[in-house]
């Protein structure tokens, strides 16, 4: 005789409250209750892993790019290390793993745009043709990046683009015959000289879009020939003149203008102090040791 007896499948094991079918009918019913968080939480936590999966992974090179976004975007005065690392989706300290200091990280932007520069030059070129060509090419990638120059006013980089354009601009300057020293003054005289007119007249300034919009620069002129004659003769004449959109013929003009002077500097060759101290000391040493003085001739 068999002693086991049959449970019928609706009842609920012996020991089992009707309370645990309750929760278990919840749990079903509200999509597994209290565990359904849980899985959720799960899930956008895989998913915010898998997005930081495919994100590319945090390089040197990822921040100066981004950094030259920002700079382009926003302006100069946006590049914080805050602000950067939000962009690139990374807490700030992540971006002092690649970069020291805000200071750094300008330098390596800088040398970024620097690497732009094509300072391959045909040495059979003059060396004011070659000078003025480093100095157009400096001007345009520093213009196709608006604020930039700014920085270059401030820092002096020293990474490997910017030395290949020293390099690139002294070279002619001393083949041309130019002793040390005025090569350093003419090179600085170059590079003052190309990334202050990038600084002082950029596109968006407020006088460049003035007479870059032909309405409003006939405005300018009307304005100024219905000045009083009696105040400002010159300004009536010439204020038309003035106010132009010819910032390349500007440039080019100034450009000019320097390279010429230094040429005719070059050509005059004036000797500078230490050359004509060194000129006196080479005649003395012509002349002679000097002669000793007679008794007689010293108690004269």
């Not at 030395?163 to 590079?191: D, M, N, S, T, Y």
């Not at 003052?192 to 007119?197: L, N």
């Not at 304005?223 to 080019?252: C, K, Y």
């Not at 060759?269 to 002669?291: L, N």
Request: glycine share 6%; with cysteine; proline share 5%.
């Amino acid at each position: 005789m068999d002693t086991h007896e049959t449970v019928p499948l609706d009842e609920a094991p012996t020991g089992q409250s009707d309370d645990g079918a309750d929760d278990r009918a919840d749990d079903h019913a509200d999509g597994w209750g209290s565990r359904s968080l849980w899985f959720a939480a799960s899930m956008a936590d895989a998913a915010s892993i898998a997005d930081a999966d495919r994100r590319p992974a945090l390089t040197r090179e990822r921040v100066v790019a981004e950094a030259l976004t920002i700079i382009a975007e926003q302006g100069v005065q946006a590049l914080t290390m805050r602000n950067l690392a939000a962009r690139l989706g990374v807490v700030p300290g992540a971006l002092y793993r690649h970069v020291r200091n805000k200071e750094q990280l300008q330098d390596l932007v800088l040398d970024a745009v620097l690497a732009e520069v094509d300072c391959d030059l045909d040495p059979a070129m003059a060396w004011t043709q070659q000078i003025s060509t480093l100095a157009h090419r400096l001007r345009t990638v520093l213009e196709h990046h608006p604020g930039v120059a700014g920085i270059l006013k401030l820092r002096d980089p020293l990474g490997p683009h910017s030395l290949i354009l020293a390099e690139a601009l002294l070279r002619p300057l001393q083949a041309a015959g130019f002793r040390a020293r005025a090569a350093g003054l003419a090179f600085f005289l170059i590079v003052d000289y190309t990334v202050g007119f990038a600084v002082s007249s950029p596109r968006t300034s407020v006088n460049e879009q003035r007479v870059r919009d032909v309405a409003t620069r006939e405005q300018l002129h009307e304005f100024f020939r219905s000045l009083p004659a009696d105040r400002f003769p010159t300004l009536i004449t010439l204020g038309e003149h003035v106010w132009l959109d010819n910032r390349d013929e500007r440039f080019t003009a100034g450009l000019q203008t320097l390279v010429n002077g230094l040429a005719q500097a070059l050509s005059a060759r004036p000797a500078g102090p230490q050359v004509a101290a060194d000129s006196r000391g080479d005649q003395r040493h012509q002349a002679g040791p000097a002669r000793r003085m007679t008794p007689e001739e010293a108690t004269r």
